[in-house]
């Protein structure tokens, strides 16, 4: 028979003083006196049969029962933790603050987000879109973020978006005054345009596609995809486009893609948190509906 659930205040001062080693500092931790926070824990030792530290003339440390329950208790205290201000936050309406990048947001978000507000009107959306900032401290700060790479990072959850295929584009007005541009060798007669930061740029697209021994000029480097692709756009030069990207650009005639070669990439976009949000949090919903579009665009091959 399973032993009756131990009240929260006896978790939480065991979980303090397990922490400490010290039952003085624990109940300064919690606003209580020693005297409650040593009952608390002599409860919960009574209440479970077991001895959960081993009393010191200098202190306390855990005994083996206590080492091993201590680590659920944690979890156990977070998840409420995080829970409760998810769902019920305190100190007002709480935004759901999001980073992703200028051009993600423009050619990708942007189109489909009538449908999210659509759906949950009354979650309350912040965008930051900052570049060349430090990805730990910007995960302190914000609840998810939209990330281009390999998804390979540690210490975050991250679920895949997009599935990019490489492929050049241009304006159609760079096409109709030329130099002509049919074939992947005529890409070195123009102006090549290059995005700092990118892994998979025009290097990796004119090598695997020409071979070792290309020649490519100096072009124009850019430190935003967003300014690449208005330049192209405008007929300066020939971008290296992420498909996720620039279909829409395609369909409204503002690109073209003169090349029938497209390269696979590694590097696609994804949504990253520091920890997976609460299931019913503002966050989970954004979450999950960026994941239901990516998913069901992939499978109708949009």
């Known amino acids: 028979m399973s032993k009756k659930l131990p009240p929260l205040n006896w978790l939480r001062s065991f979980e303090a003083a397990a922490r400490h080693l010290n ?10 006196t020693q005297a409650a926070v040593s ?26 029962a206590g080492a091993a329950y201590l680590p659920s208790v944690r979890d156990a205290i977070d998840d409420l933790i995080a829970a409760t201000d998810a769902l019920f936050s305190f100190s007002g309406h709480k935004s759901l603050h999001i980073h992703a990048s200028l051009i993600f947001f423009r050619a990708w978000l942007a189109p489909r987000l009538h449908t999210f507000m659509r759906l ?9 879109s900052s570049i060349w900032v430090d990805e730990h401290e910007m995960l302190e700060n914000i609840d998810l973020e939209i990330r281009y790479g390999d998804g390979n990072w540690p210490n975050v959850f991250a679920d895949r978006l997009t ?9 159609p007005t760079l096409l109709e005054r030329g130099p002509t541009l049919s074939t992947p060798e005529d890409l070195l007669q123009h102006t090549l345009l290059h995005v700092a930061g990118y892994e998979h740029g025009w290097h990796y697209w004119l ?8 020649n490519i000029g100096p072009g124009i480097q850019f430190d935003t995809l967003i300014a690449a692709l208005g330049l192209a756009e405008q007929g300066v030069g020939i971008a290296l486009g992420r498909s996720s990207l620039v279909s829409g650009m395609i369909e409204q005639g503002r690109l073209c893609a003169p090349l029938s070669e497209q ?4 590097e696609s976009f994804y949504v990253v948190c520091a920890q997976r949000p609460h299931p019913g949090s503002d966050a989970a919903k954004f979450r999950d509906w960026l994941i239901a579009v990516a998913q069901a665009e992939r499978q109708t091959g949009e």
């Open 23 to 32: 039952f003085t500092q624990a109940a300064e931790e919690l606003c209580v």
């Open 39 to 64: 009952k608390h824990v002599k409860n919960l030792e009574h209440q479970l049969d077991v001895e959960l530290f081993v009393r010191l003339p200098s202190g306390l440390r855990l005994s083996s």
């Open 120 to 128: 949950q009107p009354e979650v309350d959306l912040r965008f930051t």
């Open 163 to 171: 599935w990019d295929r490489l492929l050049p584009v241009c304006s």
């Open 207 to 214: 090598h695997h596609v020409l071979g070792d021994e290309v």
């Open 263 to 266: 390269m696979p990439t590694d």
